[in-house]
C-alpha cells in the first residue's frame, strides 16, 4: 500500500506526539504519527519544571493537563557532596511550581491530544528504512506486521524515536555517547506521615545516585541510576539486591515502606548523555532524545522533548510552504550548542561530589570532566543501539 502525507512523525512519546500537536495547530493539514508500539509502553514518572507550563499553552493542552491533577512540585531536597540536605525551591520561579506526573498517564494523555489535534495515528507500525525522494520529500518503509511493509510519501519527517533515532540513522547520522548511564525504578508505597511532600528527593551513593518523588498521595517512583557496568558487577537488577542497597540510605529510605511492599519488578531504560552527529537535513529533523539525550538529573527530558516540537513547527512550515530548509538546519545546530552547554552543566554538577574520588561510579565521571576540558571529542561513536 502506498499512502501520502504532508509530515510523518515517527515516535508517539512527548516529543512526537507533541511535534504533531503542534503542526497541527500551526494549519498542516496532514500529519501522521506513527509508533512501533501500542500506546500502552510502560513508564513510571517524570518531573517537569515550572517552564512546562509556558510550552503546554503554546500547544492549547493546559487545561485539559490541569484536569489530570498531576501532584505539585515545590522543588528538590539533596544529599549531594555532603550527608545533609540541601534544597532548591522554585519559591522565586516567575513560573510558579512544576509537577511530577506519572508518565504512562501523561503520555497517554499526549497520544489523545494528538487525536484530538486531528493527526491521524499508527501504532504498532515500525520505521524499516528511509530513502530521499527528491522534492517529494522521504520514502519510508512500514511494517505493521510480520509480512506487511507500507510505503509512505512524507513531504518531512520528524525523527522523535527516542534515543534509538531510527530515522536519522537511516539517513546517515551516527549517535555518539559518552557514559553508560542505566536506571532502575519502581513505585513503592509512602505512609502519611513521610517526609516526601511536595519535594523531590536526590540522594548520592558512592555506586551512583538515588532520587525519589511523590506521584499520588500514597506512591512514589523511586530511582537508582548507576553504570551498566556496576549494576551486573553487584547485580542491581534483582529486586531484592537494589532494596537492599537502598535500605542503605540515609534520607530515601526514611520516605518510602520498605517493609510494607518490596516491589517484584523493576523498570529499567538507558540513562546516557548522548547526541546526534547531525539532527537534521534536507526534508527532516531529529528533536526531543532523538536529537540529543540528557542525564535524569537535568529534569529536562519531557520539557526539552515539548520545547523542540514547539520550535519545530514554524520551521517544518517553512519547508512546505517555501521549501526553504534553513530554518530547519538552523534549528538542528542549536540543538547541537544546547547540547554541548548541557555538558558544561552537567560536569560541574558531578564535580560538587567528591566524598567518593575513588569509587568506580565517581572515578569515572571526574576523570571524564578532565578529559572534556583538554578534548571536546571525548564522546564516542555508538555501535550498536
Known amino acids: ?75 528538590s531536597a539533596s544529599s549531594w557532596g555532603a550527608d545533609t540536605l540541601g534544597y532548591n525551591d522554585f519559591l522565586f520561579d516567575p513560573h510558579g511550581s512544576g509537577w511530577q506526573v506519572d508518565r504512562q498517564q501523561f503520555d497517554a494523555f499526549l497520544l489523545q491530544q494528538a487525536r484530538n489535534s486531528g493527526a491521524r495515528v499508527r501504532l504498532l507500525a515500525r520505521l524499516e528504512s528511509a530513502a530521499d525522494a527528491g ?64 519535594r523531590s528527593l536526590l540522594e548520592a551513593v558512592d ?56 516491589p517484584q519488578r523493576l523498570l529499567a531504560r538507558q540513562a546516557r548523555s548522548s547526541r546526534l552527529s547531525r539532527c537534521g537535513g534536507s526534508r527532516w529533523l531529529a528533536i526531543g532524545d532523538a536529537a540529543c539525550s540528557y542525564d535524569p538529573l537535568s529534569a529536562q527530558g519531557v520539557h526539552k522533548a515539548l520545547a523542540d516540537a514547539v520550535a519545530a513547527a514554524p520551521r517544518i ?30 560536569e560541574h554538577f558531578y564535580r560538587q561530589e567528591t566524598r567518593w574520588l575513588d569509587s568506580p561510579f565517581w572515578r569515572r565521571r571526574h576523570a571524564a570532566q578532565a578529559t572534556a576540558a583538554t578534548h571536546p571529542e571525548h564522546f564516542l561513536k555508538e555501535r550498536s543501539a
Do not use: N
Open 1 to 75: 500500500m502506498h499512502a501520502h502525507c504532508d509530515v510523518a512523525v515517527i515516535g508517539a512519546g512527548p516529543a512526537g506526539c507533541a511535534a504533531a500537536i503542534a503542526l497541527r495547530r500551526a494549519g498542516v493539514d496532514d500529519v501522521v504519527l506513527v509508533d512501533a508500539g501500542d500506546g500502552r509502553r510502560p513508564r513510571y514518572g517524570e518531573s517537569l519544571p515550572p517552564a512546562t507550563g509556558l510550552l503546554l499553552r503554546a500547544l492549547g493542552i493546559a487545561d485539559a493537563f490541569a484536569a489530570l491533577d498531576a501532584c505539585r512540585c515545590v522543588g
Open 135 to 198: 522534492t517529494d520529500g522521504l520514502r519510508l518503509q512500514l511494517r505493521s506486521d510480520a509480512a506487511a511493509l507500507d510505503t509512505l510519501h512524507a513531504r518531512f519527517v520528524v525523527d522523535a524515536s527516542g534515543q534509538r533515532a531510527r530515522l536519522a540513522q537511516a539517513m546517515g547520522a551516527e549517535r555518539v555517547t559518552g557514559d553508560r548511564l542505566v536506571c532502575l525504578a519502581a513505585l513503592l508505597p509512602l505512609d502519611a506521615e513521610s517526609p516526601l511532600g511536595q
Open 207 to 262: 555506586y551512583g545516585w538515588w532520587y525519589a518523588a511523590r506521584l499520588t498521595p500514597g506512591e512514589a517512583i523511586v530511582v537508582l541510576a548507576t553504570d551498566a557496568s556496576i549494576l551486573r558487577e553487584q547485580r542491581l537488577q534483582q529486586p531484592s539486591r537494589w532494596t537492599s542497597r537502598l535500605a542503605q540510605t540515609r534520607h530515601i529510605a526514611a520516605s518510602v515502606c520498605l517493609q510494607r511492599k518490596a
Open 317 to 346: 512550515c517553512a519547508v512546505l510552504d517555501r521549501h526553504e530548509d534553513a530554518a530547519v538546519i538552523e534549528q538542528a545546530q542549536q540543538m547541537l550548542t544546547r547540547f554541548d552547554g548541557y555538558q558544561r552543566i552537567r
